[in-house]
């Protein structure tokens, strides 16, 4: 009956059945692709957490916490500039004086204080020194915000390592336990620490971290960003700089600024499975380059999932031209179609823009596989009624409308080529 029904049907009939047959068998394969895709990718991820954008998140945290360790230890209030920061006037000459000679951080500090101030009321001889105080503060209030935010997602505690005296956010006896030396294996809840050691002097003298298989790497990196100073408008890479201004008098003047940081500290910042978790699917602390979104793509990109979309594009494209140069001759008329008429230039054209077209449906597996696709309407919408798996139906419909498109090319690229062959047999 099927027989007969197919031998009766037309040649446009013919085609779209086999068009849809190969179009569908196309898409179900690929979609039965997605758990590998997932899986190859997990292998590949780079987690953020041991990026040194996150560890200097670290970092910068521990000038802010020292300072609550300071303040409980010496039950005294202390201010960010008392702790780190040191001002030396070392006198003025006149202006173009060769002994006086500016350095780059100079011109940057002395930008940072025209910028703050009004065009029309230029910084003033004595408010110098203020305006210096004023540059580190606001950098200490972006240290501030990065910090709050840190240990909203992380447990902390810090050790003063003369008096004993501590300060954390959560278990202190579990976090003491890992500060004082013991291991990852005695206290299982942690999958990831950092633990970081200032000296007398303020600099950093020891440092270990966990973080499974990555532990090495992670601890390498974790060293090396100790060798860093955070205060980045009197970077010079030293913890003293010589800083020259000239005045509107037309003298130049010389300040010393010295820099420290904590002493006498051990601090840990420590995740356990769950916290790893919701950081990874928070944006608060990944708004750089390496933010988590972003990982997640590049972790598709080098499980080679681009590379198998190319692979299905090509056999889509491979099959319109076949349709048209084989399956043609029993009646399958697909150029019969206007769509597949098209000029070979225009078709040329598409075809270079659909290189594109693999990445944009990798993020889009991404996003679909780890719910940043419409996050607002799927935890407010398609979850409470479960039909989260639309998603998936979404996804297919696009494979499937992007292997119609490269059928397509396929088609007028050998429709065009047999154009060519039958006016060359006529011409002949």
């Known amino acids: 009956m099927l027989v007969t029904k197919w031998k009766n049907s037309s040649p446009k009939a013919k085609s779209v059945t086999v068009m849809l047959v190969i179009l569908l068998s196309l898409t179900l394969c690929l979609m039965a692709f997605l758990p590998f895709f997932q899986t190859r990718a997990a292998s590949e991820f780079s987690t953020p957490l041991t990026e040194m954008s996150f560890i200097e998140q670290l970092y910068q945290s521990n000038y802010i916490q020292y300072k609550y360790l300071k303040e409980k230890t010496d039950q005294k209030n202390w201010s960010y500039s008392d702790l780190y920061l040191t001002i030396d006037y070392l006198g003025s000459r006149e202006s173009g004086d060769p002994e006086f000679s500016a350095s780059s951080a100079t011109y940057q500090i002395a930008d940072r204080i025209s910028s703050d101030a009004s065009s029309d009321t230029p910084v003033s001889d004595g408010d110098l020194e203020e305006a210096l105080y004023n540059v580190f503060l606001s950098q200490i ?70 973080f499974g298989d990555e532990s090495d790497s992670f601890l390498k990196k974790l060293e090396t960003a100790g060798r860093e100073q955070y205060f980045q408008q009197f970077s010079d890479d030293s913890d003293s700089l010589l800083l020259d201004f000239d005045s509107d008098s037309g003298q130049t003047y010389r300040y010393r600024v010295s820099l420290s940081g904590p002493s006498n500290m051990r601090i840990i910042y420590a995740i356990t499975q769950q916290q790893y978790q919701k950081i990874l699917s928070s944006r608060d602390l990944f708004m750089s380059d390496t933010n988590y979104d972003s990982l997640q793509y590049q972790s598709y990109c080098a499980a080679g999932v681009p590379h198998v979309l190319i692979g299905f594009f090509a056999a889509a494209f491979l099959f319109g031209g076949f349709m048209v140069l084989l399956f043609e001759k029993r009646g399958y008329c697909i150029r019969s179609f206007s769509i597949c008429q098209l000029p070979i230039e225009i078709a040329a054209v598409l075809l270079c823009l659909f290189f594109q077209v693999p990445y944009f449906l990798t993020r889009l597996i991404c996003g679909v596989q780890h719910g940043q696709l419409f996050p607002n309407l799927t935890k407010h919408v ?47």
């Open 382 to 428: 398609l979850s409470p009624l479960h039909l989260s798996g639309t998603l998936y139906l979404f996804l297919a419909i696009i494979f499937f409308l992007c292997f119609f498109a490269a059928f397509l090319l396929g088609t007028i690229a050998a429709g065009s080529l047999r154009s060519k062959q039958e006016f060359a047999s006529t011409a002949c």
């Open 141 to 210: 209030d972006e240290m501030k915000a990065g910090a709050e935010k840190l240990t909203q997602y992380v447990d902390y505690c810090a050790q003063d390592t003369a008096s004993g005296t501590q300060i954390g956010n959560s278990s202190v006896s579990e976090l003491t336990a890992l500060l004082n030396g013991q291991t990852s294996t005695e206290h299982p809840s942690y999958i990831y620490y950092a633990v970081i050691e200032y000296d007398a002097a303020g600099h950093v003298s020891s440092c270990r971290a966990y």
